[in-house]
């Protein structure tokens, strides 16, 4: 079974902070993702890599960066932590074979104070 | 763009019944695939089923079966027998061979 594991279940911190979410994915999948999740919006990508060192904008990009030094790993960096990033955040990966589903993380619910 | 609309906030059924989950989508690109999560309160998204756009059967997987109609653009999936278990977010999605984008989701209700 693919297993994605991110890295916290529940993080707080303060505005301002730069905050790191970790995941890491262990069936070598190439294609990685990172979402968040608000009530009645669904999950809205914020950023997908598709090899080491490659990243793509998602649809809402501001106020995150991504890292992916490793296939396996890819962090999503809150350079500047603000109370409207508030959320849950869902890792997910998949491999490059049409029809595959993404499989997801257990998610990060981060409140910023 | 592709877009995905699900228009049921919340359902309700009774345990052993069937219910199905509406989604509509909309993208010009003649080749996509359709998936449904499960979302538990737990938080986890749980894959459950997925059709190609090119497929000519409706796919199922045990108690779940996706009723494709290409034409009319939807892909409503299908739970039949329900049981208390099934209660939880479903997500609607759609995707080419790297992104998704989901639905805002259905929560579904299995009472007794």
């Known amino acids: 079974d693919v297993k994605v594991t991110q890295s916290s279940r529940y993080l707080v911190k303060r505005t301002g902070e730069k905050v790191f979410l970790e995941c890491v994915q262990d069936?070598?999948?190439?294609?990685m993702f990172w979402y968040r999740q608000d009530p009645g919006l669904g999950l809205r990508l914020i950023y997908f890599?598709?090899?080491?060192?490659?990243?793509e904008k998602g649809d809402i990009p501001e106020g995150y960066s991504v890292s992916r030094e490793k296939k396996e790993r890819f962090s999503l960096i809150l350079e500047s932590a603000s109370t409207n990033q508030t959320s849950m955040y869902l890792c997910?990966?998949?491999?490059?074979?049409?029809?595959?589903?993404?499989?997801f993380g257990d998610g990060t619910r981060l409140s910023i104070l | 763009a592709q877009k995905i609309t699900q228009t049921q906030p919340g359902m309700f059924v009774q345990e052993k019944e069937a219910v199905t989950l509406d989604c509509t989508y909309d993208t010009s690109d003649p080749s996509y695939g359709l998936f449904w999560y499960k979302q538990p309160s737990s938080g986890e998204m749980i894959f459950l089923i997925y059709q190609g756009s090119y497929d000519q059967q409706n796919a199922t997987e045990g108690r779940y079966s996706l009723n494709f109609q290409k034409a009319r653009k939807s892909a409503n999936l299908v739970i039949s027998a329900s049981q208390l278990g099934d209660s939880a977010m479903y997500f609607c999605a759609m995707g080419d061979f790297q992104k998704l984008v989901f639905g805002t989701g259905t929560r579904l209700l299995v009472s007794p």
């Open positions: 890599s598709y090899d080491v060192k490659m990243k």
């Open positions: 997910a990966s998949r491999g490059d074979r049409m029809g595959q589903p993404q499989h």
């Open positions: 069936m070598d999948h190439e294609n």
